[in-house]
Protein backbone atom coordinates (compact mmCIF):
# COMPACT_ATOMS: atom_id res chain seq x y z
CA UNK A 1 0.00 0.00 0.00
CA UNK A 2 1.52 3.04 -1.40
CA UNK A 3 1.38 5.98 1.29
CA UNK A 4 1.81 10.10 0.07
CA UNK A 5 2.65 13.02 2.10
CA UNK A 6 1.17 15.86 0.47
CA UNK A 7 1.86 19.53 0.96
CA UNK A 8 -1.15 21.71 2.52
CA UNK A 9 -1.87 25.32 4.40
CA UNK A 10 -4.08 25.88 7.76
CA UNK A 11 -7.26 26.96 7.50
CA UNK A 12 -8.38 29.44 10.06
CA UNK A 13 -11.73 27.84 10.97
CA UNK A 14 -11.28 24.68 12.14
CA UNK A 15 -12.07 25.18 15.82
CA UNK A 16 -14.68 22.26 16.64
CA UNK A 17 -17.91 23.92 18.87
CA UNK A 18 -20.24 21.57 21.17
CA UNK A 19 -20.75 19.08 18.41
CA UNK A 20 -17.41 19.15 16.67
CA UNK A 21 -16.66 20.87 13.18
CA UNK A 22 -20.00 22.19 11.43
CA UNK A 23 -19.76 24.01 8.00
CA UNK A 24 -21.55 24.34 4.89
CA UNK A 25 -20.78 21.77 2.27
CA UNK A 26 -19.06 24.25 -0.03
CA UNK A 27 -16.00 24.74 2.85
CA UNK A 28 -15.69 21.47 3.67
CA UNK A 29 -15.09 20.34 0.07
CA UNK A 30 -12.61 23.09 -0.53
CA UNK A 31 -9.14 21.57 -1.35
CA UNK A 32 -7.86 19.83 1.40
CA UNK A 33 -10.29 21.13 4.37
CA UNK A 34 -11.69 18.10 5.47
CA UNK A 35 -7.64 16.65 5.26
CA UNK A 36 -6.18 19.09 7.46
CA UNK A 37 -9.06 18.61 10.02
CA UNK A 38 -8.32 14.34 9.83
CA UNK A 39 -5.03 14.33 10.03
CA UNK A 40 -4.98 17.00 13.20
CA UNK A 41 -7.09 14.90 14.56
CA UNK A 42 -4.63 12.22 14.36
CA UNK A 43 -1.27 13.98 15.17
CA UNK A 44 -3.23 15.21 18.08
CA UNK A 45 -4.40 11.61 19.29
CA UNK A 46 -0.66 10.52 18.26
CA UNK A 47 -1.36 7.23 19.41
CA UNK A 48 -3.39 5.28 16.87
CA UNK A 49 -1.32 2.92 15.24
CA UNK A 50 -2.66 -0.95 15.47
CA UNK A 51 -5.77 1.04 17.02
CA UNK A 52 -9.66 0.27 16.62
CA UNK A 53 -11.40 3.00 15.30
CA UNK A 54 -15.21 3.61 14.37
CA UNK A 55 -16.26 5.28 11.57
CA UNK A 56 -19.87 6.53 10.21
CA UNK A 57 -22.63 9.31 10.01
CA UNK A 58 -26.10 10.36 9.18
CA UNK A 59 -26.28 9.98 5.37
CA UNK A 60 -26.46 13.71 4.85
CA UNK A 61 -24.76 14.83 1.36
CA UNK A 62 -20.65 14.74 0.97
CA UNK A 63 -21.77 11.36 3.85
CA UNK A 64 -19.95 8.86 1.56
CA UNK A 65 -17.07 11.03 -0.63
CA UNK A 66 -15.59 12.07 3.03
CA UNK A 67 -15.55 8.22 4.72
CA UNK A 68 -13.43 6.98 1.78
CA UNK A 69 -11.06 9.73 2.28
CA UNK A 70 -11.30 9.26 6.06
CA UNK A 71 -10.44 5.59 5.59
CA UNK A 72 -7.68 5.99 3.25
CA UNK A 73 -6.19 8.56 5.74
CA UNK A 74 -6.83 6.17 9.02
CA UNK A 75 -4.98 3.60 6.51
CA UNK A 76 -2.33 6.06 6.04
CA UNK A 77 -1.36 6.94 10.23
CA UNK A 78 -1.22 3.45 11.21
CA UNK A 79 -4.88 2.35 12.19
CA UNK A 80 -5.52 -1.28 12.68
CA UNK A 81 -8.78 -2.09 12.32
CA UNK A 82 -11.81 -0.17 11.29
CA UNK A 83 -15.41 -0.51 11.88
CA UNK A 84 -17.56 1.14 9.02
CA UNK A 85 -20.93 1.33 9.02
CA UNK A 86 -22.62 -0.20 6.05
CA UNK A 87 -23.45 2.11 3.70
CA UNK A 88 -21.12 4.75 5.69
CA UNK A 89 -24.17 5.28 7.82
CA UNK A 90 -24.45 4.83 11.36
CA UNK A 91 -26.50 7.23 14.13
CA UNK A 92 -24.61 8.69 16.44
CA UNK A 93 -25.76 6.91 19.71
CA UNK A 94 -25.07 3.64 17.63
CA UNK A 95 -21.65 4.94 16.95
CA UNK A 96 -21.31 5.24 20.43
CA UNK A 97 -22.64 1.60 20.88
CA UNK A 98 -20.18 -0.02 18.76
CA UNK A 99 -17.17 2.78 20.48
CA UNK A 100 -17.75 0.66 23.75
CA UNK A 101 -18.72 -2.65 23.04
CA UNK A 102 -15.80 -3.62 21.13
CA UNK A 103 -13.33 -1.33 23.24
CA UNK A 104 -11.99 0.82 20.24
CA UNK A 105 -9.76 3.94 20.48
CA UNK A 106 -13.05 5.89 19.40
CA UNK A 107 -14.27 6.96 16.60
CA UNK A 108 -15.53 9.53 13.95
CA UNK A 109 -18.76 10.57 13.34
CA UNK A 110 -20.00 12.39 9.87
CA UNK A 111 -22.94 14.76 11.27
CA UNK A 112 -24.48 18.41 11.50
CA UNK A 113 -27.41 16.70 13.57
CA UNK A 114 -30.42 18.62 13.07
CA UNK A 115 -28.56 21.39 11.07
CA UNK A 116 -30.92 20.64 6.99
CA UNK A 117 -28.32 18.95 4.07
CA UNK A 118 -27.73 18.99 0.66
CA UNK A 119 -25.51 20.30 -1.72
CA UNK A 120 -25.81 23.80 -0.22
CA UNK A 121 -26.71 22.90 3.12
CA UNK A 122 -24.71 21.82 6.25
CA UNK A 123 -21.96 18.88 7.45
CA UNK A 124 -20.44 18.25 10.27
CA UNK A 125 -17.39 15.73 11.44
CA UNK A 126 -16.26 15.05 15.36
CA UNK A 127 -14.27 12.54 17.09
CA UNK A 128 -15.70 10.81 19.84
CA UNK A 129 -13.10 9.33 22.36
CA UNK A 130 -12.70 5.74 24.10
CA UNK A 131 -15.79 5.94 26.23
CA UNK A 132 -18.18 6.60 23.25
CA UNK A 133 -18.74 10.04 23.80
CA UNK A 134 -17.52 13.65 22.41
CA UNK A 135 -14.11 14.29 22.82
CA UNK A 136 -13.04 16.68 25.78
CA UNK A 137 -12.69 20.41 25.35
CA UNK A 138 -9.01 19.71 26.34
CA UNK A 139 -8.61 17.40 22.84
CA UNK A 140 -10.51 19.48 20.62
CA UNK A 141 -8.73 22.48 21.66
CA UNK A 142 -5.04 20.69 20.83
CA UNK A 143 -7.03 19.95 17.53
CA UNK A 144 -8.10 22.89 16.79
CA UNK A 145 -4.31 24.29 17.53
CA UNK A 146 -2.72 21.91 15.53
CA UNK A 147 -5.25 22.61 12.45
CA UNK A 148 -3.40 26.27 12.85
CA UNK A 149 0.25 25.04 12.06
CA UNK A 150 -0.22 21.68 9.55
CA UNK A 151 1.60 22.32 6.60
CA UNK A 152 1.08 17.96 5.57
CA UNK A 153 -1.22 15.07 5.58
CA UNK A 154 -0.61 11.21 4.88
CA UNK A 155 -3.05 9.07 2.71
CA UNK A 156 -2.89 5.98 1.15
CA UNK A 157 -3.32 5.33 -2.67
CA UNK A 158 -6.07 3.21 -2.41
CA UNK A 159 -8.90 3.05 -4.66
CA UNK A 160 -12.28 3.67 -3.09
CA UNK A 161 -13.97 0.70 -1.12
CA UNK A 162 -17.18 -1.25 -1.01
CA UNK A 163 -18.92 0.48 1.52
CA UNK A 164 -22.79 -1.18 0.84
CA UNK A 165 -21.10 -5.21 1.24
CA UNK A 166 -20.88 -6.49 4.53
CA UNK A 167 -17.94 -8.21 5.07
CA UNK A 168 -13.71 -7.08 6.01
CA UNK A 169 -11.04 -5.92 3.81
CA UNK A 170 -7.59 -6.67 4.32
CA UNK A 171 -5.16 -4.02 3.38
CA UNK A 172 -1.86 -3.80 4.23
CA UNK A 173 -1.51 -2.82 7.96
CA UNK A 174 -5.53 -2.01 8.20
CA UNK A 175 -8.32 -4.28 8.19
CA UNK A 176 -11.95 -2.19 7.33
CA UNK A 177 -15.27 -4.01 8.29
CA UNK A 178 -18.47 -3.09 7.18
CA UNK A 179 -20.54 -3.84 9.60
CA UNK A 180 -24.33 -3.70 9.92
CA UNK A 181 -25.21 -0.72 11.62
CA UNK A 182 -28.25 -1.56 13.30
CA UNK A 183 -27.26 -5.11 15.12
CA UNK A 184 -25.30 -4.42 18.04
CA UNK A 185 -27.36 -1.10 18.90
CA UNK A 186 -30.84 -3.30 18.88
CA UNK A 187 -29.60 -6.39 20.76
CA UNK A 188 -28.37 -3.17 23.35
CA UNK A 189 -32.09 -2.06 23.62
CA UNK A 190 -33.46 -5.45 23.83
CA UNK A 191 -31.00 -6.04 26.88
CA UNK A 192 -32.64 -2.63 28.31
CA UNK A 193 -36.44 -2.52 27.83
CA UNK A 194 -39.03 -5.11 28.00
CA UNK A 195 -39.44 -6.66 24.12
CA UNK A 196 -42.04 -9.00 24.81
CA UNK A 197 -44.44 -6.64 27.17
CA UNK A 198 -43.70 -4.04 23.73
CA UNK A 199 -44.60 -6.16 21.40
CA UNK A 200 -47.72 -8.09 23.36
CA UNK A 201 -48.94 -4.26 23.47
CA UNK A 202 -48.21 -3.37 19.71
CA UNK A 203 -49.38 -6.80 17.98
CA UNK A 204 -52.96 -6.39 20.32
CA UNK A 205 -53.69 -2.95 19.36
CA UNK A 206 -53.20 -1.93 23.12
CA UNK A 207 -50.57 0.44 22.00
CA UNK A 208 -50.41 2.24 18.09
CA UNK A 209 -47.58 4.18 17.10
CA UNK A 210 -46.43 6.60 14.69
CA UNK A 211 -42.59 7.08 14.02
CA UNK A 212 -41.30 10.28 11.70
CA UNK A 213 -37.72 9.56 10.80
CA UNK A 214 -37.54 12.62 8.88
CA UNK A 215 -35.76 10.92 6.05
CA UNK A 216 -32.82 10.62 8.48
CA UNK A 217 -30.61 7.96 9.86
CA UNK A 218 -33.18 6.44 12.35
CA UNK A 219 -35.62 4.78 9.65
CA UNK A 220 -33.32 2.11 9.19
CA UNK A 221 -33.20 1.22 13.07
CA UNK A 222 -37.04 2.29 13.29
CA UNK A 223 -38.01 -0.26 11.12
CA UNK A 224 -35.70 -2.77 12.18
CA UNK A 225 -36.82 -2.54 15.26
CA UNK A 226 -39.63 -0.66 16.14
CA UNK A 227 -41.73 -2.77 12.96
CA UNK A 228 -40.13 -6.02 12.20
CA UNK A 229 -38.79 -7.10 15.79
CA UNK A 230 -41.97 -5.63 18.18
CA UNK A 231 -44.71 -5.72 15.85
CA UNK A 232 -45.54 -1.83 15.28
CA UNK A 233 -47.96 -1.88 11.61
CA UNK A 234 -46.21 -1.76 8.97
CA UNK A 235 -46.17 1.35 7.71
CA UNK A 236 -45.64 3.13 11.43
CA UNK A 237 -42.29 4.26 10.71
CA UNK A 238 -42.92 7.09 7.88
CA UNK A 239 -40.30 9.07 6.27
CA UNK A 240 -38.16 6.05 6.95
CA UNK A 241 -35.42 6.37 3.81
CA UNK A 242 -32.74 7.99 4.73
CA UNK A 243 -31.98 10.93 1.79
CA UNK A 244 -29.07 12.71 1.53
CA UNK A 245 -30.75 16.34 1.88
CA UNK A 246 -33.60 14.42 4.01
CA UNK A 247 -35.96 15.00 1.67
CA UNK A 248 -36.08 19.16 1.84
CA UNK A 249 -37.17 19.21 4.83
CA UNK A 250 -35.21 20.42 7.99
CA UNK A 251 -34.58 17.61 10.16
CA UNK A 252 -35.07 18.72 14.09
CA UNK A 253 -37.57 16.92 15.73
CA UNK A 254 -40.17 19.48 17.06
CA UNK A 255 -44.09 20.52 16.38
CA UNK A 256 -42.85 23.18 13.71
CA UNK A 257 -40.12 21.06 11.30
CA UNK A 258 -42.39 17.47 12.16
CA UNK A 259 -45.40 18.99 11.05
CA UNK A 260 -46.97 15.39 9.63
CA UNK A 261 -46.47 13.64 12.37
CA UNK A 262 -47.83 17.26 14.46
CA UNK A 263 -50.79 16.55 12.31
CA UNK A 264 -51.54 13.62 12.53
CA UNK A 265 -50.77 13.47 16.36
CA UNK A 266 -53.47 16.59 17.09
CA UNK A 267 -55.72 14.99 14.42
CA UNK A 268 -58.81 12.51 15.03
CA UNK A 269 -57.72 8.83 15.13
CA UNK A 270 -54.04 9.88 16.43
CA UNK A 271 -51.72 6.55 17.80
CA UNK A 272 -51.05 6.12 20.98
CA UNK A 273 -47.51 7.51 20.70
CA UNK A 274 -45.91 9.77 18.56
CA UNK A 275 -42.58 10.34 18.39
CA UNK A 276 -39.46 11.85 16.14
CA UNK A 277 -36.23 11.85 15.90
CA UNK A 278 -33.27 14.08 14.04
CA UNK A 279 -30.80 13.86 11.56
CA UNK A 280 -28.30 11.91 13.39
CA UNK A 281 -30.75 9.74 15.59
CA UNK A 282 -29.31 11.43 18.58
CA UNK A 283 -32.74 13.91 19.36
CA UNK A 284 -36.63 12.98 20.19
CA UNK A 285 -39.86 14.61 20.37
CA UNK A 286 -42.86 12.95 22.43
CA UNK A 287 -46.42 13.17 21.38
CA UNK A 288 -49.29 11.48 23.07
CA UNK A 289 -52.63 11.88 21.34
CA UNK A 290 -53.58 15.91 21.26
CA UNK A 291 -50.71 15.94 23.57
CA UNK A 292 -47.07 17.30 23.21
CA UNK A 293 -44.33 16.32 25.56
CA UNK A 294 -42.12 18.79 26.32
CA UNK A 295 -38.13 17.64 26.61
CA UNK A 296 -38.07 19.13 30.09
CA UNK A 297 -41.22 17.20 31.76
CA UNK A 298 -39.72 14.04 29.19
CA UNK A 299 -36.50 13.64 31.59
CA UNK A 300 -38.23 14.30 34.97
CA UNK A 301 -41.19 11.62 33.92
CA UNK A 302 -38.57 9.55 32.68
CA UNK A 303 -36.21 9.52 35.84
CA UNK A 304 -39.67 9.28 38.33
CA UNK A 305 -40.67 6.18 36.70
CA UNK A 306 -37.20 4.03 35.58
CA UNK A 307 -37.36 1.78 38.19
CA UNK A 308 -40.57 0.15 36.40
CA UNK A 309 -37.99 -0.95 32.92
CA UNK A 310 -35.88 -3.69 33.35
CA UNK A 311 -32.83 -2.32 32.25
CA UNK A 312 -33.20 0.58 35.26
CA UNK A 313 -34.78 -1.91 38.11
CA UNK A 314 -32.17 -0.86 40.62
CA UNK A 315 -33.01 2.75 40.42
CA UNK A 316 -30.75 5.79 39.74
CA UNK A 317 -27.57 6.44 40.84
CA UNK A 318 -28.33 10.50 40.26
CA UNK A 319 -29.85 12.17 37.08
CA UNK A 320 -28.34 15.67 35.83
CA UNK A 321 -30.06 18.18 33.12
CA UNK A 322 -28.59 20.74 31.04
CA UNK A 323 -28.82 24.35 32.56
CA UNK A 324 -31.32 25.86 30.27
CA UNK A 325 -33.79 22.58 30.73
CA UNK A 326 -36.12 23.24 33.34
CA UNK A 327 -35.86 22.65 37.16
CA UNK A 328 -38.81 19.74 36.78
CA UNK A 329 -36.27 16.96 37.03
CA UNK A 330 -34.58 18.51 40.27
CA UNK A 331 -37.89 18.13 41.91
CA UNK A 332 -37.83 14.10 41.64
CA UNK A 333 -34.33 14.06 42.07
CA UNK A 334 -35.29 16.07 45.55
CA UNK A 335 -38.10 13.42 46.48
CA UNK A 336 -36.18 10.21 45.46
CA UNK A 337 -33.18 11.25 47.84
CA UNK A 338 -30.69 11.20 44.88
CA UNK A 339 -28.38 14.50 43.29
CA UNK A 340 -29.08 16.20 40.40
CA UNK A 341 -26.40 18.18 38.73
CA UNK A 342 -26.78 21.25 36.51
CA UNK A 343 -24.42 21.47 33.57
CA UNK A 344 -23.64 23.16 30.73
CA UNK A 345 -25.26 22.58 27.03
CA UNK A 346 -23.16 19.92 25.76
CA UNK A 347 -23.05 16.29 25.80
CA UNK A 348 -19.90 15.99 26.74
CA UNK A 349 -20.46 17.30 30.30
CA UNK A 350 -22.91 14.66 30.54
CA UNK A 351 -20.15 12.09 29.37
CA UNK A 352 -18.10 13.21 32.60
CA UNK A 353 -20.58 12.40 35.50
CA UNK A 354 -21.94 9.03 34.00
CA UNK A 355 -18.18 7.51 33.53
CA UNK A 356 -17.87 8.44 37.14
CA UNK A 357 -20.78 6.70 38.18
CA UNK A 358 -22.27 10.28 39.34
CA UNK A 359 -25.69 9.60 37.57
CA UNK A 360 -27.51 7.24 35.68
CA UNK A 361 -30.38 9.19 33.42
CA UNK A 362 -29.50 12.84 31.84
CA UNK A 363 -31.53 15.41 29.69
CA UNK A 364 -31.52 18.22 28.01
CA UNK A 365 -34.35 20.73 26.82
CA UNK A 366 -33.15 20.53 23.10
CA UNK A 367 -34.86 17.12 23.06
CA UNK A 368 -32.23 15.02 23.87
CA UNK A 369 -32.69 12.88 26.99
CA UNK A 370 -30.22 9.56 27.46
CA UNK A 371 -28.50 7.19 29.88
CA UNK A 372 -25.67 5.46 31.15
CA UNK A 373 -26.01 2.86 27.85
CA UNK A 374 -24.40 5.09 25.62
CA UNK A 375 -21.99 8.58 25.55
CA UNK A 376 -24.76 10.25 23.53
CA UNK A 377 -28.16 11.11 23.36
CA UNK A 378 -30.00 8.56 21.93
CA UNK A 379 -33.14 9.35 20.40
CA UNK A 380 -35.00 6.02 19.54
CA UNK A 381 -33.54 5.29 23.11
CA UNK A 382 -36.06 7.39 24.32
CA UNK A 383 -38.95 6.06 21.73
CA UNK A 384 -38.42 2.82 23.36
CA UNK A 385 -38.46 4.19 27.09
CA UNK A 386 -41.71 5.75 26.48
CA UNK A 387 -43.14 2.35 24.54
CA UNK A 388 -42.03 0.32 27.73
CA UNK A 389 -43.38 3.01 30.21
CA UNK A 390 -46.51 3.01 28.71
CA UNK A 391 -47.07 -0.75 28.23
CA UNK A 392 -46.13 -1.00 32.05
CA UNK A 393 -48.49 1.81 33.26
CA UNK A 394 -51.52 1.15 30.72
CA UNK A 395 -52.21 4.42 30.52
CA UNK A 396 -51.67 7.54 27.64
CA UNK A 397 -49.00 9.95 27.68
CA UNK A 398 -51.13 12.90 28.46
CA UNK A 399 -52.05 10.98 31.76
CA UNK A 400 -48.75 9.66 32.42
CA UNK A 401 -47.49 13.18 32.31
CA UNK A 402 -50.88 14.91 34.44
CA UNK A 403 -49.93 12.16 37.41
CA UNK A 404 -46.66 13.40 37.31
CA UNK A 405 -47.99 16.85 37.80
CA UNK A 406 -50.49 16.26 40.21
CA UNK A 407 -47.25 15.37 42.31
CA UNK A 408 -44.72 17.35 41.56
CA UNK A 409 -46.21 20.52 39.91
CA UNK A 410 -45.62 21.71 36.82
CA UNK A 411 -43.09 23.83 35.40
CA UNK A 412 -44.75 25.51 32.01
CA UNK A 413 -41.87 25.84 29.52
CA UNK A 414 -41.43 27.55 26.37
CA UNK A 415 -37.88 28.53 24.26
CA UNK A 416 -37.85 30.63 21.83
CA UNK A 417 -35.79 30.71 19.05
CA UNK A 418 -34.01 33.08 16.94
CA UNK A 419 -32.64 31.51 13.92
CA UNK A 420 -30.33 33.58 11.57
CA UNK A 421 -29.32 36.14 13.87
CA UNK A 422 -26.90 38.80 12.92
CA UNK A 423 -23.50 37.61 15.01
CA UNK A 424 -22.99 40.96 16.26
CA UNK A 425 -26.89 41.45 17.23
CA UNK A 426 -26.81 38.43 18.98
CA UNK A 427 -23.92 39.48 20.88
CA UNK A 428 -24.97 42.96 21.19
CA UNK A 429 -28.18 41.30 22.89
CA UNK A 430 -26.03 38.90 25.33
CA UNK A 431 -23.40 42.37 26.20
CA UNK A 432 -26.37 44.36 26.96
CA UNK A 433 -27.77 41.27 29.47
CA UNK A 434 -24.37 41.03 31.35
CA UNK A 435 -23.98 44.93 31.59
CA UNK A 436 -27.48 44.52 33.89
CA UNK A 437 -26.82 41.40 36.01
CA UNK A 438 -25.14 43.51 39.11
CA UNK A 439 -27.98 45.58 39.56
CA UNK A 440 -30.97 43.11 38.96
CA UNK A 441 -30.85 41.10 42.17
CA UNK A 442 -33.62 42.42 44.25
CA UNK A 443 -35.84 44.43 41.95
CA UNK A 444 -38.56 44.14 40.85
CA UNK A 445 -41.11 43.39 37.89
CA UNK A 446 -44.51 43.57 38.42
CA UNK A 447 -45.40 39.62 39.85
CA UNK A 448 -41.31 39.03 39.48
CA UNK A 449 -38.87 39.97 42.03
CA UNK A 450 -35.22 38.95 40.89
CA UNK A 451 -33.82 36.17 43.13
CA UNK A 452 -30.50 35.75 41.76
CA UNK A 453 -28.57 37.10 37.91
CA UNK A 454 -25.92 35.51 36.80
CA UNK A 455 -23.24 34.25 33.79
CA UNK A 456 -23.72 30.82 34.25
CA UNK A 457 -20.58 28.75 35.60
CA UNK A 458 -19.88 25.44 35.70
CA UNK A 459 -16.88 23.46 37.65
CA UNK A 460 -16.93 19.94 36.54
CA UNK A 461 -17.00 17.86 39.65
CA UNK A 462 -15.21 15.38 38.50
CA UNK A 463 -12.07 16.89 36.66
CA UNK A 464 -12.22 20.48 37.98
CA UNK A 465 -12.32 22.00 34.53
CA UNK A 466 -14.15 25.50 34.68
CA UNK A 467 -16.42 26.54 31.95
CA UNK A 468 -17.25 30.16 31.96
CA UNK A 469 -20.25 32.34 30.12
CA UNK A 470 -22.57 29.48 29.72
CA UNK A 471 -25.61 31.62 29.39
CA UNK A 472 -27.05 34.51 31.20
CA UNK A 473 -29.73 33.06 33.83
CA UNK A 474 -32.16 35.17 35.52
CA UNK A 475 -34.09 33.76 37.90
CA UNK A 476 -37.12 34.95 40.56
CA UNK A 477 -38.58 34.11 44.05
CA UNK A 478 -41.44 32.33 42.93
CA UNK A 479 -39.58 30.21 41.11
CA UNK A 480 -40.01 31.37 37.77
CA UNK A 481 -36.77 31.62 35.54
CA UNK A 482 -35.75 33.07 32.18
CA UNK A 483 -32.03 31.99 30.12
CA UNK A 484 -30.28 33.53 27.33
CA UNK A 485 -28.07 31.67 25.24
CA UNK A 486 -26.10 32.00 22.08
CA UNK A 487 -26.44 28.46 20.49
CA UNK A 488 -23.20 27.35 18.84
CA UNK A 489 -24.63 24.50 16.60
CA UNK A 490 -25.33 26.67 13.52
CA UNK A 491 -23.29 27.47 10.59
CA UNK A 492 -24.35 30.78 9.70
CA UNK A 493 -24.81 33.86 11.47
CA UNK A 494 -26.19 32.98 15.26
CA UNK A 495 -29.30 31.26 16.99
CA UNK A 496 -30.62 33.21 19.98
CA UNK A 497 -32.43 31.25 22.15
CA UNK A 498 -34.69 32.56 25.27
CA UNK A 499 -35.75 29.54 27.92
CA UNK A 500 -38.54 30.50 30.04
CA UNK A 501 -39.95 28.39 32.76
CA UNK A 502 -42.81 29.46 35.23
CA UNK A 503 -43.25 26.63 38.57
CA UNK A 504 -47.41 25.88 39.07
CA UNK A 505 -47.99 23.62 41.91
CA UNK A 506 -51.92 24.28 41.80
CA UNK A 507 -53.20 21.12 39.87
CA UNK A 508 -56.30 23.18 39.00
CA UNK A 509 -54.07 25.64 37.04
CA UNK A 510 -52.03 22.84 35.44
CA UNK A 511 -53.85 22.96 31.84
CA UNK A 512 -53.56 25.81 30.56
CA UNK A 513 -51.99 27.81 27.38
CA UNK A 514 -48.36 27.61 27.72
CA UNK A 515 -47.51 30.90 25.56
CA UNK A 516 -50.53 32.24 27.10
CA UNK A 517 -49.21 31.52 30.97
CA UNK A 518 -45.56 32.97 30.01
CA UNK A 519 -47.33 35.80 28.57
CA UNK A 520 -46.17 38.25 31.14
CA UNK A 521 -42.76 36.44 31.74
CA UNK A 522 -41.74 36.07 27.62
CA UNK A 523 -42.54 40.23 27.76
CA UNK A 524 -40.53 40.59 30.51
CA UNK A 525 -37.84 38.86 28.66
CA UNK A 526 -38.01 40.95 25.58
CA UNK A 527 -38.32 44.41 28.42
CA UNK A 528 -34.73 42.71 29.67
CA UNK A 529 -32.98 41.13 26.60
CA UNK A 530 -34.43 43.76 23.51
CA UNK A 531 -34.04 41.10 20.81
CA UNK A 532 -36.41 42.62 18.61
CA UNK A 533 -34.86 45.80 18.95
CA UNK A 534 -31.60 45.01 19.06
CA UNK A 535 -31.99 41.89 16.19
CA UNK A 536 -34.85 43.90 13.83
CA UNK A 537 -36.42 40.57 13.94
CA UNK A 538 -40.24 40.68 14.47
CA UNK A 539 -40.81 37.30 16.38
CA UNK A 540 -39.22 33.93 17.25
CA UNK A 541 -38.61 31.73 13.92
CA UNK A 542 -39.01 28.38 15.84
CA UNK A 543 -41.62 28.34 19.73
CA UNK A 544 -41.28 25.08 21.40
Request: charged share 20%; aromatic share 8%; with cysteine.
Amino acid sequence: MQIETRKTTPYSDQKPGTSGLRKKVKVFTQENYLENFVQSVFDTLGDVAGQTLVLGGDGRYFNRQAAQTIIKMAAANGVGRLLVGQGGLLSTPAASCLIRKYKAHGGFVLSASHNPGGPDEDFGIKYNGINGGPAPESLTNAVYARSQAITEYKIAAIPDLDLDTLGETALDGITVAVVDPVGDYAQLMEHLFDFSLIKSALTTGAISLCFDAMHAITGPYAKRILEDRLGAMPGSVINGVPLEDFGGGHPDPNLVYAHELAALMYGPGAPTLGAASDGDGDRNMIMGSKFFVTPSDSVAVMAANAHLLPGYKSGLRGVARSMPTSQAVDRVAAAMGIDCYETPTGWKFFGNLLDARKITLCGEESFGTGSDHVREKDGLWAVLFWLNLVAVRKQSVADIVKEHWKKFGRDYYSRHDYEGMDLAAGEGVMAHLRGQLPDLPGRSFGAYKVAFADDFSYTDPVDGSVSDKQGIRIGFDNGSRMVFRLSGTGTEGATLRIYLERYERDPALHNQDTQVFLADLIALAEQLGGVKQRSGMVAPTVIT
